[in-house]
């Protein structure tokens, strides 16, 4: 099983700052299979990249997404006030399929 | 536009089995384009993936749920569902379906929380 380690835990930031948001895998993540996923309070996980770097339809382009092999980053270029949540990061390269503790952005 | 929706007991006694329905509408299950899968998140915690079947029938489980595990589809309603069996305290979560675009999971419903308790 693939263990995904996210960091940091938790990133205290003001609006219009740029959030960079780690994801390790404890294995090599074949074909770049990561997905990157935004979840409110009270609601479900929304998909925001796939395939590492890919954005789903209807993402805005202040996210992006990186890396490959056993480091990938999310990068939120500039913070609007619908960004502060937390982020799961996903692998799908290898059975079973496993997520990332997440990282949750604050306010600061 | 594509919606899942879940559906079932929101309290489940020890010991006894979690049945949950997840009712895809706006779109066929039989299209054979996706993988539906069901995903839980304990209170305040992380997401953890409990398995995917194909309309065919085809299932795939988590190694750590597999022997309590029951996935099904029914494609004449246009559902899939979850049987959870000998459940404890440990198994109180809130219960996504999501639809599997390969193994990524692009359309989630808005999940249903199942507290496991006597």
């Known amino acids: 099983e693939i263990v995904l380690t996210q960091s940091p835990g938790s990133l205290s930031l003001s609006p219009g700052e740029r959030a960079t948001l780690s994801c390790r895998a404890s294995q090599s993540v074949g074909s770049s299979s990561l997905a990157w996923y935004q979840q409110k309070p009270g609601q479900a996980p929304r998909l925001l990249i796939y395939g590492a770097s890919s954005r789903a339809t209807g993402i805005p382009d202040r996210f992006s997404g990186s890396g490959s092999g056993t480091d990938f980053t999310l990068t939120i270029s500039r913070l609007e006030p619908e960004d502060f949540a937390v982020y799961y990061c996903?692998?799908?390269?290898?059975?079973?399929?496993?997520f990332g503790g997440g990282t949750k952005v604050e306010i600061k | 536009q594509v919606q899942l929706q879940e559906s079932g007991p929101g309290l489940v006694k020890p010991s006894q089995t979690l049945s949950l329905t997840c009712t895809v509408s706006g779109g066929s299950i039989s299209s054979g384009d996706y993988y539906w899968s069901w995903i839980r998140q304990p209170p305040g915690k992380g997401l953890e993936w409990i398995g995917y079947i194909y309309y065919s029938g085809s299932t795939y489980y988590n190694p750590s749920l597999k022997s309590r595990v029951t996935i099904s589809v029914d494609t004449s309603k246009n559902q899939f569902s979850l049987k959870l069996s000998s459940v404890t305290a440990a198994d109180t979560a809130v219960y996504y379906c999501a639809r599997g675009n390969y193994w990524y999971f692009d359309l989630w419903g808005r999940g249903t929380l199942v507290t496991v308790s006597s």
């Open positions: 996903q692998q799908y390269g290898s059975s079973p399929l496993t």
